[in-house]
């Protein structure tokens, strides 16, 4: 299949072409044995400003989506030599749940393109190819992919103050205890709880203290957000911090911090300037320990600190 330059002329796009070349870093894998035909496609891709890899068999093609995540979308060939289209199509389903995958089938074969659905593909293009097919095909399923990458972001963030929510917090929280694990390090979590927000409420309005819950959670993130950090709103205004790499001692010490910043802060509301303290409970994760447990022993350690009389950190 020879292509002619004035086939990449841009036809008159509309809706979800359109939409999807607004998303046009997305990274593109091109499976196919034969060196001509993914260049032809790589080709027509990449006019369209998709970024393309290539890759010569299915091994290779599951090496590459496992070294690189930001491959999302694959467009793969069927007969190949060692694992054919169908068994890679299977395998990355099983193996890379997230990713959209494209079977190529030539048109005068339907089975392929129904045993490519089979095998768990989500669409297939069709040899020789139609440009306007191809565009319009990988376009809908960059769209997809866009619209679930929003859709994931939604259920992770918590509305008022777009911090990570709660189940963020135990789906992704785990994990991260687990690469500190096997990097030899501890993991601590501290539970903070604002001092008195009833008493803030019930003066300013639940608006007001929907204000003071957001610039207490902008505070945190500059403290406590980070690359080793997980930060989330945990409760109404119950925020925790996961510190990836810090003992007790440390967690109480960058907890210590955090306190001393929230409490130095001056927040205007409502004409007052109001003095906003917050207590935090603070323990050090336990091997194979469940995060639930280990935050219910944040939970009484912050207890502790109400007791004590708040605006303080206690283990
Ligand atoms: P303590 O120092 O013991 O923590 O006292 P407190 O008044 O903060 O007591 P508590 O933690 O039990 O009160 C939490 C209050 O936070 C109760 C609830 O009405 C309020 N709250 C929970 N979620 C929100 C929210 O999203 N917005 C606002 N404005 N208030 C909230
Ligand atoms: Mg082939
Ligand atoms: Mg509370
Ligand atoms: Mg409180």
Redesign the pocket.
């Known amino acids: 299949y020879v292509l002619k330059d004035n086939e990449f002329a841009l036809p008159n796009l509309v809706g979800t072409v359109k939409r999807a070349l607004d998303n046009r870093n997305t990274r593109i894998l091109v499976v196919d044995d034969t060196r001509t035909t993914r260049k032809v496609l790589a080709r027509m891709l990449s006019i369209q400003q998709y970024v393309v890899v290539e890759a010569g068999s299915g091994a290779e093609a599951l090496a590459l989506l496992d070294a690189h995540p930001d491959l999302e979308l694959v467009v793969s060939d069927y007969y190949m030599p060692d694992m054919d289209g169908f068994e890679l199509a299977r395998k990355i389903r099983r193996s890379h749940p997230n990713v959209r995958l494209i079977g190529i089938s030539s048109s005068t074969d339907r089975k392929t393109s129904a045993g490519f659905l089979k095998a768990g593909a989500h669409d297939f293009v069709a040899r020789p190819f139609v440009l306007e097919e191809l565009q319009c095909r990988i376009a809908s399923n960059v769209e997809t992919l866009t619209q679930l990458k929003r859709l994931q972001e939604l259920a992770a963030r918590d509305y ?1 103050t777009n911090l990570f929510n709660r189940r963020h917090f135990f789906e992704q929280g785990p994990a991260l205890v687990e690469t500190a694990r096997q990097a030899g390090l501890p993991a601590s979590i501290a539970l903070l ?9 019930d003066r300013h ?6 204000r ?2 957001d610039a207490v959670a902008r505070n945190l993130s500059r403290l406590a957000e980070g690359g080793t950090n997980l930060l989330a709103r945990v ?4 925020f925790a911090i996961l510190f990836r790499g810090a003992d007790l001692a440390e967690a109480l010490r960058l907890s210590e911090t955090i306190r001393e910043e929230i409490a130095r802060e001056a927040l205007l509301l409502g004409g007052e300037t109001l003095a906003l303290t917050v ?1 935090i409970g603070v323990t050090e994760i336990g091997a194979s320990e469940r995060l639930d447990a280990s935050l219910g022993r944040a939970d009484q350690a912050l207890y502790t600190a ?1 007791q004590a009389g ?1 605006n303080r950190v206690c283990a």
């Open positions: 008022l709880d604002i001092d008195h927000f009833k008493q803030l409420n309005g639940h608006d007001g203290g929907d003071v819950l409760g109404g205004e119950e207590s109400k708040r």
